[in-house]
């Protein structure tokens, strides 16, 4: 399986992959995150650096990522990307629907107000 995580050089991110990591050694790592100063690049099996949360182009490398990388689960850390995707229409198309990890809109209204 293939699993993409946002926010990479994030502490809850560098979190993430360490157990995914321990729980699924097989499977492949691939992070993003709007820079590329932390140790990322080690924890991943592939890294790269995005545009923030709130360019108009950060949806379309996204949707990039995961149809180059084959990814089957993608996992959006940070506070401004679960923002911007609870928030987008993204969520209604079938594209994401079955590969993003995500809390529900109304949900996510409330933990970030």
């Given at each position: 399986?293939?699993?993409?995580?946002?926010?990479?050089?994030?502490?809850?991110?560098?979190?993430?992959?360490?157990?995914?990591?321990?729980?699924?050694?097989?499977?492949?790592?691939?992070?993003?995150?709007?820079?590329?100063?932390?140790?990322?690049?080690?924890?991943?099996?592939?890294?790269?650096?995005?545009?923030?949360?709130?360019?108009?182009?950060y949806i379309t490398v996204v949707k990039d990522l995961i149809l180059t990388e084959h990814?089957?689960?993608?996992?959006?850390?940070?506070?401004?990307?679960?923002?911007?995707?609870?928030?987008?229409?993204?969520?209604?198309?079938?594209?994401?629907?079955?590969?993003?990890?995500?809390?529900?809109?109304?949900?996510?209204?409330?933990?970030?107000?």
């Amino acid at each position: 399986m293939n699993f993409l995580i946002t926010g990479a050089g994030s502490d809850i991110g560098l979190a993430l992959a360490r157990i995914i990591r321990e729980e699924y050694p097989e499977d492949k790592l691939i992070g993003i995150d709007i820079t590329n100063d932390s140790p990322a690049e080690l924890v991943f099996d592939s890294f790269s650096v995005v545009p923030k949360a709130y360019d108009k182009e950060y949806i379309t490398v996204v949707k990039d990522l995961i149809l180059t990388e084959h990814i089957d689960i993608f996992v959006p850390v940070s506070e401004a990307e679960i923002r911007v995707l609870s928030d987008s229409e993204i969520l209604e198309d079938e594209f994401f629907e079955k590969k993003i990890i995500i809390l529900d809109k109304s949900i996510v209204d409330i933990c970030l107000d």
